[in-house]
């Protein structure tokens, strides 16, 4: 099936070059796993979708909206990856934001798998990325369009047995994967690096936070270094497409084995 594409619910519309999603990345977006021809927690990513708009002081729409836009795919969500992006708008040249302007809903299905969908499951092989992330505390967590860090990063590898890369900060803090956010299980507790210089707080990672605080487990959000990385008793990757998936490898270090794996996927797909 081909990859349907939805512009203010308008499908085969084209984007106006003038978009500020185009000109300046000036947007965000959310990516979904379809599973049974449902999207997957979409009103925890309409939410969080909301949520990083409006701290760019984007209008977002009512997720009613959305719903409509979604309406008109009934049927033809065979699996795949559905794509929700939310541009700023058209606006004329210059970075300052126009007044008065109607966003721009993005839709974009595409029924193939991910290509993680490969990964083996006995555990991923990960590497530690050269380039750093900037520190921007007011983009720290948004999923906005600007994605050219995680281009560069995902550049510097083209070996298919690497399946992620690690991503530091510019002070040597572990933030989280290229594609993904990173839990660690140390000394009875969960840790997930904080992500209030940069990164972007997934609504898996939230998800099986809530779930694990729920079930009695310690969960901590931790500055922490790639030594302690490495110390960790287990090493976990999550997002919207690969759910949690453990880490069997990073550089010279091994998990061959699982603790706390096998509770937690099951805690993610907990209702």
């Known amino acids: 099936m081909p990859v349907i594409r939805l512009i203010n619910g308008c499908e085969g519309a084209a984007?106006?070059?003038?978009?500020r999603g185009a000109q300046y990345g000036d947007g965000v977006f959310r990516t979904l796993r379809v599973a049974r021809e449902r999207p997957q927690?979409?009103?925890?990513?309409?939410?969080?979708?909301g949520d990083d708009a409006a701290r760019l002081g984007i209008d977002a729409p009512d997720t009613a909206a959305w719903r409509a836009d979604l309406a008109k795919l009934d049927g033809r969500l065979s699996g795949g990856v559905l794509k929700?992006?939310?541009?700023?708008?058209?606006?004329?040249r210059g970075y300052r934001p126009p007044s008065g302007v109607t966003p721009t809903r993005i839709v974009i299905?595409?029924?193939?798998?991910?290509?993680?969908?490969?990964?083996?499951?006995?555990?991923?092989?990960?590497r530690v990325c050269e380039f750093r992330l900037a520190e921007q505390t007011r983009l720290a967590g948004i999923k906005h369009l600007n994605r050219l860090e995680n281009?560069?990063?995902?550049?510097?590898?083209?070996?298919?047995?690497?399946?992620?890369g690690l991503l530091r900060d510019a002070?040597?803090?572990?933030?989280?994967?290229?594609?993904s956010n990173l839990l660690l299980w140390r000394n009875g507790r969960l840790l997930t690096p904080r992500l209030d210089r940069c990164g972007v707080a997934g609504v898996t990672r939230a998800r099986l936070m809530r779930h694990a605080t729920a079930a009695g487990f310690a969960v901590e959000e931790s500055e922490l270094g790639l030594d302690e990385v490495m110390a960790a008793d287990e090493l976990m990757l999550c997002n919207s497409l690969i759910g949690l998936r453990r880490v069997a490898r990073l550089g010279a270090r091994a998990w061959p084995d699982?603790?706390?794996?096998?509770?937690l996927h099951t805690l993610l797909d907990a209702e």
């Open 15 to 19: 984007l106006d070059p003038l978009d």
């Open 41 to 49: 927690w979409l009103e925890a990513q309409l939410a969080k979708l």
């Open 84 to 92: 929700l992006l939310l541009t700023r708008g058209i606006g004329a």
């Open 109 to 126: 299905h595409d029924s193939t798998p991910p290509p993680s969908d490969q990964w083996p499951a006995t555990g991923l092989n990960l």
């Open 151 to 164: 281009v560069l990063a995902r550049a510097e590898w083209d070996d298919p047995e690497i399946h992620e």
């Open 171 to 179: 002070s040597g803090r572990v933030i989280s994967g290229v594609m």
């Open 258 to 263: 699982t603790e706390i794996y096998d509770v």
